[in-house]
């Protein structure tokens, strides 16, 4: 296994991947698939891996299918040594001479931003699925090539390794990279308080690039400067990071009508995160909408996940965080913030980045640390699923809404088991009023047939708890308590 380098943060597992792929013994070429979001560190993986083993790598830019195999050849001259570009007659020409480099040692031939290639021709995977063939092992070919193709462009990427697609069936690594989990990201960016690094992921998420590429390692010093930092990083105007909210979206080859794209996203950022109130909230009928949340899913901007009770009730959440942030915080005040009017922004707009922005966002924190982190404190037979969920309740004529559900894994013929209801609370110290709640849910769920028996009653706080619910807590085994330093291992 080649040893992951000194400058490559994290990223353990999916090193191991890479480099098992990339020096993978068999006789015959290899073929694998990278993908993810922008800015969450490919190239630089790919980069890092093919410097390692002495490996190709070209990244396409777009172009014409005639200027990008001209700098294909000049990537390759470079790499072999020859002084003057390879002047190929076509890809097929040009695939043939790159599959030919690994002599006596396993290669990686990385080709990042695949899906310009494929714009620029559209016969590209076609080409390159024939060249997989004959040096596979059903027709007896042999080769070193260990090749790795990349693109950001999710909704493209999705599509390689899909369907009745060429390059189906050939792929022998599917590898998505995602954003650092909270926990890599508060160290990441060296933030010790567990309160701000929660603040801060509420803004950058774990995409690596934000932190010196788009501030310059500008960091927020304590919780007393947090203010300042949003002041003079992602609300300020001469920062790289104060467009991406709207970059993000615009780099994406589907989208096709970005006015459209903002609205949904603002809705789900304002709260309406179903069907019918993403419509209601924009203005369209509910069968307008299902192209562009179809198309946001597939760009891996929206995330729809079901509701656990309720049959057929989907709820959408935005992925990337600064999204969510422009959208709720930046984009209703952009006049202002074009204007250099930071901090002015700021202090109207703090008490709807705790609701809107924080609020929701430690919700996602409290799953994620579920999902993660925190499997032990729910028994054992393993997780089947961690979302949200809400309960009628007939007798009060309401319904209760639960953050955090955790379902155990489902088996024929046996009631679900519940293994617990969470309720999450970024602002407020939390009492016994909030634990009645989860307790009434729980007996509701137990008189539709769930199991109950063993569900785990957690309250999650952004602020703590109050001394009548620690001693609860005390009491009840089946009662947890998780605050932010547990959240990020603290105690």
């Not at 419509?279 to 307008?288: C, L, R």
């Amino acid at each position: 296994m080649v040893e992951k380098p000194d400058h490559v943060f994290g990223r353990d597992w999916e090193w191991e991947a890479l480099a098992e792929f990339a020096t993978g013994s068999q006789a015959e070429v290899a073929f694998g698939v990278v993908s993810g979001r922008r800015r969450q560190g490919k190239t630089f993986l790919l980069r890092s891996l093919a410097e390692a083993l002495g490996g190709f790598y070209f990244e396409a830019t777009e172009g014409t299918d005639v200027e990008l195999l001209r700098l294909f050849g000049m990537a390759l001259a470079r790499h072999t040594g020859s002084p003057v570009g390879f002047p190929f007659a076509d890809w097929r020409d040009a695939l043939t001479f790159l599959f030919s480099l690994p002599k006596d040692r396993p290669m990686p031939l990385v080709i990042d931003e695949f899906p310009y290639l494929m714009k620029a021709n559209p016969a590209i995977a076609s080409i390159l699925k024939q060249e997989i063939d004959l040096r596979g092992r059903t027709h007896g070919g042999s080769s070193n090539g260990r090749l790795l193709i990349c693109g950001s462009a999710l909704s493209v990427m999705g599509k390689v390794l899909a369907g009745q697609a060429p390059l189906r069936g050939r792929a022998r690594l599917e590898l998505l990279v995602q954003p650092l989990p909270y926990r890599e990201a508060a160290r990441f960016w060296d933030v010790p308080d567990p309160r701000l690094a929660a603040m801060l992921h509420a803004v950058v998420g774990g995409t690596p690039a934000y932190r010196d590429e788009f501030v310059a390692g500008d960091r927020p010093a304590s919780l007393a400067d947090f203010d300042a930092w949003i002041s003079r990083t992602v609300l300020n105007r001469r920062t790289s990071l104060f467009r991406e909210g709207r970059y993000l979206l615009a780099e994406e080859p589907a989208i096709r009508d970005p006015a459209l794209y903002h609205s949904v996203l603002a809705a789900v950022a304002e709260g309406n995160n179903t069907w019918g109130g993403i419509a209601g909230y924009i203005g369209h009928k509910s069968a307008d909408i299902a192209h562009p949340l179809n198309v946001l899913e597939d760009c891996g901007l929206l995330v729809k996940e079901k509701d656990a009770f309720r049959t057929g009730r989907t709820r959408y959440r935005i992925a990337e965080p600064l999204i969510t942030f422009y959208q709720a915080i930046m984009r209703p005040e952009w006049t202002d913030l074009s204007l250099g009017l930071a901090e002015e922004v700021w202090a109207r707009s703090r008490q709807r980045f705790l609701s809107k922005v924080m609020g929701p966002h430690f919700e996602n924190l409290c799953r994620e640390y579920v999902l993660r982190y925190g499997r032990h404190n729910f028994g054992e037979g393993g997780i089947g699923e961690v979302v949200a969920g809400t309960v009628a309740d007939p007798g009060e004529r309401a319904q209760i809404d639960v953050d955090i559900v955790v379902l155990g894994v489902p088996y024929p013929g046996e009631p679900r088991a519940i293994k617990s209801l969470g309720e999450a609370k970024w602002d407020k110290v939390m009492d016994l009023r909030h634990l009645g709640r989860l307790r009434r849910a729980r007996d509701l769920l137990a008189a539709k047939g769930y199991e109950t028996a063993i569900t785990v009653l957690a309250c999650y706080s952004g602020a703590g708890f109050d001394d009548a619910l620690r001693a609860e807590a005390d009491r009840d085994p089946q009662v947890l308590l998780v605050d932010v330093p547990m959240l990020y291992g603290l105690e």
